[in-house]
């Protein structure tokens, strides 16, 4: 398979000299599911990390060129995919300004407040990213910005990069997109999304309550983080929570308490994820909808869930 190192001769070929993308190598088969030109365009790199209520950033205007990459590989993570491509900026001439992990740069804040491309062209696992971001010239005044994402889930890594240069610009030139492939919906907390898009619900198989009880654990729950993300990816989507219990005890009181339980997680959701309120219903079925047998503890504890329902959007 050939190399991956085809970013100046796509954008001398399709985009014109104004709008030529970084020149940098990525690993034998790198695959590039989308590619886009803007020109004249104005683009955002961060500086710093989330500091609680946005990310510091240095704006460019210009000439801004985004693509993003899937890998395909296992076991790989967000630093190896990282460090080859910051060698290469550096050896081009770039500085770089700002460089973070996962949690340091503000984890799902972060995410959120900067320029990702639309999944599932970008995957990003919450859990396992990295971000830099790279000047050439002034640091004040920049004449070029590169910022490279990088994601990896168990399969795959995924790879952003966007260049910006100040100075003349042409006309505004699409390249258009191979034919994406879904992202793997699998992080390495093993959370997957995938049945609630094929098959229209998802156990939250991660969650935590106390016995008897309504009240969420403090967390954090990587199936709550992946169904934000998702959501925010995908903003036609619209879920209900519904909660669900054993046999133990009567029907009034299972319902109420699964349906307390739906409710916790809806507003958990709400309050620390920033999900719409009017984008989650919350309801308990109680003990009518068992997956699993209650006559023995592990199929009851497997009963005692709580369900992510598409109702709009897959």
Request: net charge negative; charged share 20%.
């Amino acid at each position: 398979m050939r190399s991956a190192r085809v970013w100046a001769t796509i954008a001398a070929c399709c985009l014109g000299a104004a709008v030529q993308a970084v020149d940098l190598s990525l690993p034998e088969g790198a695959r590039m599911t989308v590619g886009r030109a803007t020109s004249p365009d104005s683009f955002a790199a961060p500086v710093a990390g989330f500091d609680g209520a946005t990310v510091p950033s240095q704006t460019l205007e210009g000439s801004v060129n985004r693509q993003a990459w899937r890998i395909e590989t296992g076991g790989m993570t967000s630093l190896q995919a990282m460090a080859p491509l910051r060698a290469q900026l550096e050896a081009r001439g770039f500085e770089i300004a700002f460089e973070c992990s996962d949690t340091a740069c503000g984890g799902f804040d972060f995410r959120f407040a900067v320029e990702v491309l639309p999944s599932p062209n970008m995957y990003v696992n919450i859990g396992a990213f990295r971000y830099l971001t790279a000047f050439k010239g002034p640091r004040d005044a920049p004449e070029e910005a590169v910022t490279i994402l990088a994601s990896v889930t168990g399969s795959s890594a995924y790879v952003q990069v966007i260049h910006a240069r100040t100075g003349p610009v042409a006309a505004p030139v699409t390249r258009p997109a191979q034919t994406p492939e879904p992202p793997a919906a699998t992080t390495p907390d093993g959370v997957d999304m995938t049945p609630l898009l094929n098959e229209g619900a998802v156990v939250l198989s991660d969650l935590d309550f106390d016995t008897g009880s309504s009240s969420l654990g403090p967390g954090p729950f990587a199936s709550l983080e992946r169904l934000a993300a998702l959501l925010s990816e995908r903003p036609e989507l619209r879920i209900a929570l519904v909660g669900h219990t054993d046999t133990v005890g009567g029907l009034a009181p299972n319902i109420a308490l699964s349906r307390d339980r739906a409710r916790s997680v809806r507003a958990r959701l709400i309050e620390q994820y920033l999900v719409a309120a009017d984008r989650l219903d919350a309801e308990g079925m109680g003990y009518l909808a068992p997956i699993a047998t209650n006559s023995t503890a592990e199929g009851r504890d497997r009963n005692r869930r709580v369900e992510a329902v598409l109702l709009e959007g897959g």
